[in-house]
């Protein structure tokens, strides 16, 4: 709000210019965020795919049962 | 009927062939099998084209006969004088049913619509259906942040009354904001409502979410965007299209020209309109001012919060990236390792 709490058109103008650009950029960001996560995700893929094909032994023991 | 009023009626069925042949042929680009309507009920000649929208829905859009006739050559005699016997006359419906029927050719022909639009006694029905989806379809998409600021200015008590028992049952999250919707009564417009109903239309928004005004008449509809310190005016014709839910300023539906006449109401003419718009765009920040900057701010805080958020989450999520990829270029030379050894 102004400081004298008057009615000033350029700093409502101002504000609401302000959140759009925010509302935008957050967007931007949740973009950005589930692009990484789904990239991690594939890696952690290969990764877990990688150590199975490479020590199988292991998994075979964690997997028997009695 | 004299021998001149003979080739004068001769003479309008043939201009009026050819402007509503002009109006479909222009349709056809914008919808596929568009379908013409004329709705004589309250003794005008309003046309609108019904046709499917990409969604399958249908939507009726509101064209102008009378731009074909009168705007586009001020001076034509017969234009006006058809108009006039167009007002004046039940005789000349059948001919102009006629001519819509011939129009709206082969299987495209929809009868029971335009029966429905030609015969029915009460507009209201169909008003309020129309009206109904009007608001789901537009000022229901609106950002739950911006309706707030969305007035509806209505043309007579029929109309508010009509929003105030609409908009109720359409959850706009009144029950957060119960003073969201502020109704003013500006004009009085007895005659034909269909008017204002048919020329409100979904529209795809051109400036993004610049404040702006609709003002509507019969003339045609005029928009009016706020930039900074004024309204520049925009006209749009039967065709161009604003997507309400981008909507911040203020819907102003204005009486039409031909009711001039009428002592009862105040009809602006587009500079009017201008200042009218801008005085009570105005005003209306001015009253909501305080309320205004406070949930502006508050939400800039919200955003501020949730952008901080969605930072540190991005350096996790970096952070571990770089994590998996080291891992995986460790994992690419043990492999290569027991290659040499091998």
Excluded at chain 2, 95 to 102: G, I, K, P
Aim: aromatic content about 10%; some cysteine.
């Amino acid at each position: 709000m102004s400081e004298t709490g008057k009615f000033d058109p350029i700093e409502l103008r101002r504000l609401q210019n302000e959140v759009r650009e925010q509302e935008e950029n957050l967007r931007k960001l949740q973009i950005q965020v589930g692009r990484l996560k789904e990239q991690n995700e594939r890696y952690f893929r290969y990764l877990l795919a990688a150590y199975h094909q490479r020590w199988p032994k292991l998994r075979i023991v964690d997997d028997e049962r009695p | 009927m004299s021998a001149r009023d003979k080739q004068l009626e001769q003479q309008f069925i043939q201009r009026l062939e050819k402007a509503l042949a002009a109006l479909l042929s222009r349709e056809a680009q914008y919808h596929p099998s568009p379908f013409l309507l004329v709705d004589l009920r309250d003794g005008y000649c309003d046309c609108s084209i019904l046709f499917q929208a990409a969604d399958n829905s249908w939507q009726r859009q509101a064209v102008y006969v009378k731009s074909v006739f009168v705007d586009e050559n001020p001076d034509d005699y017969l234009g006006k004088f058809a108009l006039t016997l167009v007002r004046r006359s039940s005789r000349w419906r059948p001919a102009l049913r006629n001519v819509a029927e011939r129009y709206a050719d082969g299987d495209r022909l929809l009868p029971p619509v335009l029966d429905r639009v030609l015969e029915l006694p009460n507009p209201l029905p169909m008003a309020q259906e129309y009206l109904q989806n009007f608001i789901s379809r537009s000022i229901g998409e609106i950002d739950s942040h911006y309706y707030e600021r969305v007035v509806l200015l209505v043309n007579n008590d029929q109309q508010r009354q009509l929003l105030e028992e609409l908009i109720p049952l359409l959850d706009f999250g009144r029950a957060a904001h119960p003073d969201a919707w502020t109704y003013h009564s500006v004009l009085t417009m007895p005659e034909s409502p269909s008017i204002a109903y048919a020329a409100i239309q979904p529209l795809d928004l051109i400036n993004g979410y610049q404040p702006q005004y609709l003002v509507i008449g019969d003339l045609g509809a005029k928009q009016y965007i706020w930039s900074d310190t004024q309204f520049s005016e925009r006209k749009l014709t039967p065709t161009s299209r604003i997507d309400l839910s981008d909507f911040t300023g203020m819907l102003y539906v204005t009486a039409d020209a031909r009711l001039k006449s009428n002592g009862r109401i105040r009809v602006l003419n587009s500079e009017e309109a201008r200042s009218e718009a801008t005085a009570r765009y105005i005003l209306y920040q001015m009253y909501r001012y305080p309320l205004l900057i406070e949930e502006l701010t508050h939400r800039k805080l919200e955003l501020d919060q949730a952008l901080a958020e969605l930072q540190r989450e991005i350096e996790r999520q970096a952070k571990l990236h770089t994590r998996l990829r080291k891992i995986i270029n460790l994992m690419n030379r043990v492999n290569l390792f027991e290659l040499v050894e091998q």
